[in-house]
């Protein structure tokens, strides 16, 4: 049965300048969270040392504000930026982000933190919706996974440079000097914005919706092709969430300095300028079915890695296994983004796009959330059963995803 939404046409005319504007922004956005995520324990307990049960619940909850903000809000985002414009959004968002990360700064209060990180993921819900809808509306379908890859490197770039300067900060930095960091996030907002607003002067642009469409909503979310791509990035950032509140506190349990966790955090980072084109390429060559498939099978065995690391230490050979799985998880990204602008022809595209930030926001939010109350009370087992949910909830999705395309019902 056909549709009866707009269909979201390719325009050949979107100039590399405006997907350059999309991607200086979202790394910006996400450079910002992943500093605040990284120092929040040591600045709302004061302590760079390890956290007790109460602590990390705390920081588990003012962490999953920014989450809770982004999946609650993003679809209207969406709809906005298909009812009036791509970039009207966009640095609406910036600004918000920019803004609320300064006044992050003056308070190391749970209550108030909550609040401001909550409507900083608004913001940055606002920013990946429209962001994406750029790069979707002007490429083509032979190059999706490439410039996808572009995208994905440079936002998980920024989460991850964010997070290495919040760690390098931690081991240098006295804590009652933390609140610069914010300052500075924040004036790189700025500068981000500056940079994204001259980069898209002059763009003139088509609105898909004339109205709000709830039926743009529905038809988003419950679309078969488009659950089975999102599904598993819900759950592979329950993950990723689980690391933002571990792995500093971790690290320092073991003896591993922080400096030296950033620097090594960075200089892998700077590896998905390379890996993730990389993989989009191939993902445009050998179907993006393959290539999800290789990311799956990475994260299964950063599950395993991290599960061994933590009843029997940071062997060579466990970080070897976390290493080979970590390089083969990020196949995952740039496929499955080029699978879903591919589903998205047939809808209104910055709505659909949308639903990539609901699913990794939520995801985030249920790691955070999940992982800090298990090991509160479980302890490691508690973390065990967590991952080992992860896992099985991966396969599921993958196993299911390979009968569609088996059965022709979706593209390889």
Same mark, same amino acid.
């Given at each position: 049965m056909p549709s009866t939404l707009?269909?979201?046409?390719?325009?050949?005319?979107?100039?590399?300048?405006?997907?350059?504007?999309?991607? +200086?922004?979202?790394?910006?956005?996400?450079?910002?969270?992943?500093?605040?995520?990284?120092?929040?324990?040591?600045? /709302?307990?004061?302590?760079?040392?390890?956290?007790?049960?109460?602590?990390i619940g705390t920081v588990g909850w003012v962490t999953a504000a920014a989450p809770i903000g982004e999946f609650s809000t993003? #679809?209207?985002?969406?709809?906005?930026?298909?009812?009036?414009?791509?970039?009207?959004?966009?640095?609406?968002?910036? /600004?918000?982000?920019?803004?609320?990360?300064?006044?992050?700064?003056?308070?190391?209060?749970?209550?108030?933190?909550?609040?401001?990180? /909550?409507?900083?993921?608004?913001?940055?819900?606002?920013?990946?919706?429209?962001?994406?809808?750029?790069?979707?509306?002007?490429?083509?379908?032979?190059?999706?996974?490439?410039?996808?890859?572009?995208?994905?490197?440079?936002?998980? +770039?920024?989460?991850?440079?964010?997070?290495?300067?919040?760690?390098?900060?931690?081991?240098?930095?006295?804590i009652s000097d933390l609140p610069w960091l914010f300052r500075g996030g924040a004036a790189l907002l700025a500068v981000g914005f500056v940079v994204a607003f001259w980069l898209a002067r002059g763009v003139r642009e088509t609105r898909h919706l004339r109205s709000f469409q709830f039926e743009v909503l529905v038809k988003a979310i419950a679309q078969r092709d488009i659950l089975l791509v999102t599904m598993p990035w819900l759950v592979i950032y329950m993950l990723i969430g689980t690391a933002f509140v571990f792995l500093g506190s971790a690290s320092t349990a073991i003896g591993v300095p922080a400096l030296w966790l950033g620097a090594a955090i960075?200089?892998?980072?700077? #590896?998905?300028?390379?890996?993730?084109?990389?993989?989009?390429?191939?993902?445009?060559?050998?179907?993006?079915?393959?290539l999800m498939v290789v990311g799956v099978f990475g994260f299964l065995l950063v599950l395993a890695g991290v599960a061994a690391a933590g009843h029997y230490g940071p062997r060579p050979e466990i970080v070897g296994v976390i290493a080979v799985g970590a390089i083969a998880a990020l196949a995952y990204g740039p496929s499955a983004l080029a699978a879903l602008t591919d589903a998205s022809r047939h809808l209104t595209r910055?709505?659909?796009?949308?639903?990539?930030? /609901?699913?990794?926001?939520?995801?985030?939010?249920?790691?955070?959330?999940?992982?800090?109350?298990?090991?509160?009370?479980?302890n490691l087992f508690g973390l065990d059963v967590f991952f080992l949910a992860v896992g099985a909830g991966l396969t599921v999705l993958t196993v299911i995803r390979g009968f569609d395309v088996r059965s022709g019902r979706v593209a390889a």
């Open positions: 707009p269909e979201t046409p390719f325009d050949p005319t979107v100039p590399d300048h405006r997907r350059d504007a999309v991607l +200086l922004s979202t790394f910006f956005v996400r450079f910002a969270f992943g500093l605040t995520v990284s120092v929040f324990a040591a600045y /709302l307990t004061g302590s760079r040392a390890g956290l007790g049960g109460a602590d993003v #679809l209207l985002s969406g709809l906005h930026a298909d009812r009036y414009g791509r970039f009207p959004v966009l640095f609406a968002g910036i /600004l918000g982000a920019a803004g609320l990360f300064f006044a992050i700064s003056f308070t190391q209060s749970a209550v108030p933190l909550v609040v401001l990180n /909550l409507v900083y993921g608004v913001a940055s819900g606002a920013i990946l919706a429209a962001s994406l809808a750029v790069i979707a509306d002007g490429t083509a379908a032979d190059r999706r996974g490439l410039e996808m890859g572009r995208f994905d490197a440079v936002n998980l +770039l920024g989460w991850i440079v964010g997070f290495a300067v919040g760690f390098a900060a931690l081991g240098t930095l006295p960075g200089i892998g980072g700077g #590896l998905l300028l390379f890996t993730q084109p990389f993989y989009g390429r191939l993902a445009d060559r050998y179907g993006r079915w393959r910055a709505t659909t796009m949308s639903v990539y930030s /609901l699913a990794i926001s939520l995801g985030m939010l249920l790691g955070l959330l999940l992982s800090t109350q298990l090991y509160d009370h479980y």
